[in-house]
């Protein structure tokens, strides 16, 4: 195979493939369809185009999050990426080869957009799971997730100041876990982001720590227990980030019994050094976030690149890797095969006590193969 242009410093592709050797032995077909449930694709990008399948759907409805984005029409043909963030998850998993490579460049790709330009509403997530395991796909692979509480949460009134219950999310919880259980029982892999928060997601009292210091104020506050989701549910694969030297990367989330498996989604830990010193332009200067960010596709132009970090750059490599077991095997293997395949078999290993962090250990798309 011809390496492409940006090969040279696609490090977190090189990492996971063995330098290209996984290529030789599989990179998928369009018989296996990932589903990116995410801000949609840019339909006419050199390195999605070739790969993209016909199906893609928007499920931002007219006015967009809370009537905040008057430019959204709800065309439910509109899958069109207004934010970035697919078209890069996309490029991780199906580039094809014309300026980057993906993990498997010729697997097929479908866009289930659930972002306009900012936020969405768990309603669109979970409708969009729910179609794209209606549509055959193989693999949804979501770089999202916000957190349900499950104890309550306490609004004070300005006028009596005394403390009302207002509830809490666990109806939305059980709509994730219907949807997650349909799309299991449809024949389809979930592959989840576990969150850049950087906690420990088994810790419920960081987690609860963490929720009233970002979200809380004094007269707001959560109290009881919480879950990221979907990366919490208990059917999907959920993915943990890590940098250039396979350690966890800074800002991931981790936790003993909650992490499935590891693969590289970048660092910021030369940036926020750098940032630190106040030597940023030096930093941006040498482009040093050459070998600690990812590499991919971009929404703005159809042969533009942009580098982005994060556990959603992760999700997409495991999703790939999926997605390359299940075309190897002919579609013949149930989500729970496949699952078992990523955790034992496309791995290189780590200790039992590393496990909070890594899981079963380091995505190798060569492994899998084998």
């Known amino acids: 195979m011809e390496m492409p242009g940006f090969w040279p410093i696609q490090w977190d ?9 996984s290529y030789a032995e599989h990179t998928g077909s369009h018989d296996t ?3 990116v449930i995410d801000t949609g694709i840019n339909p006419t990008h050199q390195d999605l185009a ?11 409805p007219p006015g967009g999050f809370r009537g905040t984005e008057p430019s959204e029409t709800g065309d439910p043909g509109n ?22 490579l993906g993990v498997a460049p010729d697997l097929g790709l479908r866009a289930y957009r659930v972002f306009g330009t900012s936020s969405a509403e768990s309603a669109w997530i ?14 949804l692979s979501m770089s999202l997730g916000g957190w349900d509480l499950f104890g309550q949460t306490f609004v004070k009134n300005s006028e009596t100041g005394k403390w009302e219950n207002v509830g809490n999310d666990v109806a939305d919880y059980v709509a994730y876990k219907r949807a997650a259980k349909y ?12 969150g850049n928060d950087g906690l420990d997601l088994s810790n419920n009292n960081q987690v609860m720590n963490y929720l009233n210091s970002e979200y809380g104020s004094e007269n707001v506050q959560f109290r009881g227990t919480a879950k990221t989701v979907p990366a919490q549910l208990s059917n999907v694969v959920n993915v943990s980030a890590t940098g250039p030297e396979d350690v966890l990367a800074q800002y991931s989330n981790y936790g003993a019994g909650q992490i499935d498996i590891a693969t590289v989604g970048g660092d910021t830990r030369l940036y926020s050094w750098y940032a630190s010193q106040g030597r940023l332009d ?17 929404n703005r132009s159809d042969t533009g690149y942009y580098f982005s970090v994060g556990t959603s750059m992760a999700t997409p490599k495991v999703s790939a890797v999926a997605g390359l077991i299940i075309d190897q095997h002919n579609g013949d ?31 190798n798309a060569y492994k899998a193969l084998q």
């Open 13 to 21: 592709i090189q990492r996971i493939t063995e330098n290209g050797a």
């Open 33 to 35: 369809v990932v589903a």
């Open 50 to 60: 070739p790969n993209l399948m016909p199906g893609s759907k928007n499920f931002v």
């Open 79 to 100: 899958y069109v990426d207004l934010h970035g963030h697919g078209s890069h998850v996309s490029g991780s998993i199906a580039g094809a080869g014309n300026g980057m």
């Open 126 to 139: 979970y409708n969009a799971m729910i179609a794209a395991a209606d549509d055959g796909s193989d693999v």
């Open 183 to 194: 799309a299991e029982n449809k024949g389809s892999v979930i592959v989840v982001a576990a």
């Open 282 to 298: 030096e930093y941006l200067a040498n482009r040093m976030y050459y070998w600690e960010f990812n590499l991919s596709a971009d």
């Open 333 to 363: 293997l149930s989500p729970a095969e496949v699952k078992h395949m990523l955790l034992n078999n496309a791995v290189d290993e780590v200790s039992g006590t590393d496990s909070k962090y890594f899981g079963s250990g380091h995505l």
